[in-house]
Nanobody, 120 residues
Framework: QVQLVESGGGLVQSGGSLRLSCAGSGFPFSHFRMSWFRQAPGKERELVATISSTDGHTTYVDSVKGRFTISRDNAKNTAYLQMSSLKPEDTATYYC?????????????WGKGTQVTVSS
């Protein structure tokens, strides 16, 4: 059974930090590209950051560059999103996503999300 389970969300003041975790199981985690998306009330889901399965290449949406860092630990089947200098506009439900790399199949897989609320 495939699972992606996010954790680490919560309420934080503006300027604070949080680290989100995404634990994967039931699929070959190290061969999947991992991403974090977020969705605020009344808005579309937005891609925040991605990390490749091969060389660890990362990409970020412009609004989080320099503040967020995506990483992964394949030995633990876990992806992370370190969020710093948080702003009220970062408030959203954050979702983990897994997409297979070339030569692998399955997915895309989604977690159920973790809420991040940044107070001003």
């Amino acid at each position: 059974q495939v699972q992606l389970v996010e954790s680490g969300g919560g309420l934080v003041q503006s300027g604070g930090s949080l680290r989100l975790s995404c634990a994967g199981s039931g699929f070959p985690f190290s061969h999947f590209r991992m991403s974090w998306f977020r969705q605020a009330p009344g808005k579309e889901r937005e891609l925040v950051a991605t990390i490749s399965s091969t060389d660890g290449h990362t990409t970020y949406v412009d609004s989080v560059k320099g503040r967020f860092t995506i990483s992964r630990d394949n030995a633990k089947n876990t992806a992370y999103l370190q969020m710093s200098s948080l702003k009220p506009e970062d408030t959203a439900t954050y979702y983990c996503n897994a997409v297979p790399s070339a030569g692998y199949y399955g997915g895309p897989y989604w977690g159920k999300g973790t809420q991040v609320t940044v107070s001003s």
